[in-house]
């Protein structure tokens, strides 16, 4: 258990469905973050939030929608998705929010398939 | 704009020799840099870091170097094991900013 838990683990969707992924932390860190990791390309960070709020958007397209209700709980709010927006979904926390030497603890990762 | 790179997306070694992943970067404004390690269905894991200030840390059979004049840093495992075998990324920071990370280079270590 590494303290970031991601549900569901495996999601395939239609283009038209909508569908959320939610990620937990319990770790007491103030910062979380979503990150999409596509086939032999670095991880891209979509969005972050500290202490609740957004502090950065990573020019993500509207389709992907996160929402932060809790320091411990982040999600991402997906609609009318692309095929090529199938990929891996990790979600992270860090307690600095800055990135630093402390590291991020990731979630083990929601593999997202749009059909 | 890629601002870490991990030119090789693929390294093979035998148990016991020296495995050397690498990586380069571009801004010189980042002042920590880490090593994750990702097993096939898991998220990233920290597994060692360095500050800008320091040109080595070592833990255990993992040591990172940090060449700041060139840009470039490396993480030494030796000696290799089996259980080494995943896909490790290469990320760095600076202080005010996200953490940003390179591709990724997997790692095969044979028995």
């Known amino acids: 258990e590494t303290g970031v838990t991601q549900t569901p683990r495996h999601l395939v969707m239609g283009m038209t469905n909508k569908k959320s992924l939610k990620c937990e932390q319990h770790?007491?860190?103030?910062?979380m973050y979503w990150y999409k990791q596509s086939a032999k390309k670095p991880l891209e960070l979509m969005f972050v939030?500290?202490?609740?709020?957004?502090?950065e958007n990573n020019s993500v397209p509207s389709r992907f929608s996160p929402e932060c209700p809790n320091s411990s709980h982040l999600f991402l709010h997906l609609h009318t998705l692309q095929p090529e927006d199938s990929a891996l979904y990790l979600c992270?926390?860090?307690?600095?929010?800055?990135?630093?030497?402390?590291?991020?603890?990731f979630g083990s990762g929601t593999r997202l398939t749009v059909v | 704009d890629q601002q870490v790179k991990q030119n090789s997306p693929s390294l093979s070694v035998q148990e016991g020799r020296i495995s050397i992943l690498n990586c380069d970067y571009t801004?010189?404004?980042?002042?920590?840099f880490l090593w994750y390690k990702k097993y096939p269905a898991e998220g990233p894991t920290f597994l060692i870091s360095?500050?800008?200030?320091?040109d080595k840390n070592e833990d255990g059979r993992f040591t990172v170097f940090l060449n700041k004049s060139a840009k470039h840093l490396s993480l030494h495992i030796v000696p290799s094991q089996p259980g080494d075998s995943a896909v490790y990324f290469c990320?760095?920071?600076?202080?005010?900013?996200?953490?940003?990370f390179g591709a990724g280079t997997r790692l095969t270590v044979k028995p």
């Open positions: 992270a926390s860090s307690q600095d929010g800055g990135g630093g030497n402390y590291g991020y603890t």
């Open positions: 770790l007491g860190h103030n910062a």
């Open positions: 939030y500290n202490f609740k709020e957004q502090t």
């Open positions: 801004n010189s404004m980042f002042d920590y």
């Open positions: 360095i500050s800008s200030i320091k």
């Open positions: 990320a760095a920071s600076d202080n005010n900013n996200d953490m940003r």
